[in-house]
């Protein structure tokens, strides 16, 4: 085995294809294999085949919201970890993302730098 770290994979839902692109690509940059999904029902599936070590899950999209999924997206993938986007910043919806397992929030629009700092903010924490 050349590698003796494992490749860190990564699901990204989000309904704007241009955010999908860019945090694909920093993702990509940081050695993370990142794919993306545009609503909940495409995300069912691509987490199925990728048990992903990190998920970037929007909160509004087209099929539901995401906060909602987070509890079940956790019982079925407890190593991942989960960072909640939204542009819509609510503690409300900060507190439910938090109380359903979100490991952390961002609020969108967010810079290159945030995504570094989270994913170094990730693998810093004990695993589930």
Do not use: H, W
Request: aromatic share 4%.
């Amino acid at each position: 085995m050349k590698n003796k770290r494992a490749i860190l994979k990564a699901v990204i839902v989000d309904d704007e294809k241009d955010l999908c692109f860019l945090l694909q690509n920093i993702l990509e940059q940081s050695q993370i294999k990142a794919v993306s999904v545009n609503n909940l029902k495409d995300a069912s599936e691509a987490l199925k085949k990728v048990n992903p070590g990190i998920i970037f899950l929007d909160n509004q999209l087209p099929d539901g919201s995401g906060v909602e999924q987070i509890s079940k997206m956790k019982e079925k993938f407890p190593a991942s970890r989960i960072v909640m986007m939204t542009a819509y910043n609510t503690d409300t919806v900060k507190e439910e993302a938090i109380k359903n397992g979100a490991d952390c929030f961002l609020i969108k629009p967010f810079s290159r730098s945030v995504i570094e700092k989270t994913l170094t903010d990730l693998r810093l924490r004990p695993s589930a």
